[in-house]
């Protein structure tokens, strides 16, 4: 009897060394470990008549699975106009929606142009004022110039008469 242990096998009994012993062991391991793995992969060939068989079900699986899809495949849908609640039939009232519908975007269209407009006219006033400020601050700056030199001439002229 085998007692397995986490780094060796111990074996009951005098006289048996440890190394030994986890050698045996180990190569035991090797061994069945090899075997085992050559099981896994031992593949054994079909026969052609089962070869043969299994293909001829797959062909029939797969003619059978296409069939079964055109008969049960989605069917287009005809819908007789109907009275709804009202006087009107379902396609007037969409046609109806749809109009509205296009009057909307152009009424949203048009309302946003305006909009836009109407901002670019108030930027447009806004920039002729702050050009008349200017403008005027210009003006204002030239005639007091104006007045300045005007009056630096006349002083000169009055005491003294020039040599031009």
């Not at 109907?82 to 309302?111: A, D, I, N, T, W």
Request: glycine content about 4%; some cysteine.
């Amino acid at each position: 009897m085998y007692t397995h242990t986490r780094s060796r096998v111990v074996r009951p009994g005098p006289g048996s060394s440890s190394i030994s012993r986890d050698h045996a062991g180990h190569e035991r391991r090797k061994e069945l470990d090899l075997k085992q793995s050559q099981r896994q992969s031992l593949e054994v060939p079909a026969s052609k008549d089962a070869k043969m068989e299994g293909q001829g079900l797959a062909e029939q699986e797969l003619a059978d699975l296409e069939r079964w899809k055109q008969q049960n495949r989605a069917k287009p849908v005809h819908l007789v106009p109907q009275r709804l609640g009202g006087s009107q039939s379902e396609f007037e009232v969409r046609q109806k929606q749809q109009l509205q519908q296009m009057r909307s975007k152009y009424q949203q269209k048009l309302k946003r142009d305006e909009s836009i407009r109407i901002r670019k006219e108030a930027e447009e006033a806004k920039l002729q004022q702050m050009k008349a400020i200017q403008r005027e601050k210009l003006l204002s700056r030239l005639d007091t110039d104006l007045r300045n030199r005007s009056a630096c001439q006349i002083a000169p002229h009055a005491g003294q008469s020039s040599t031009w």
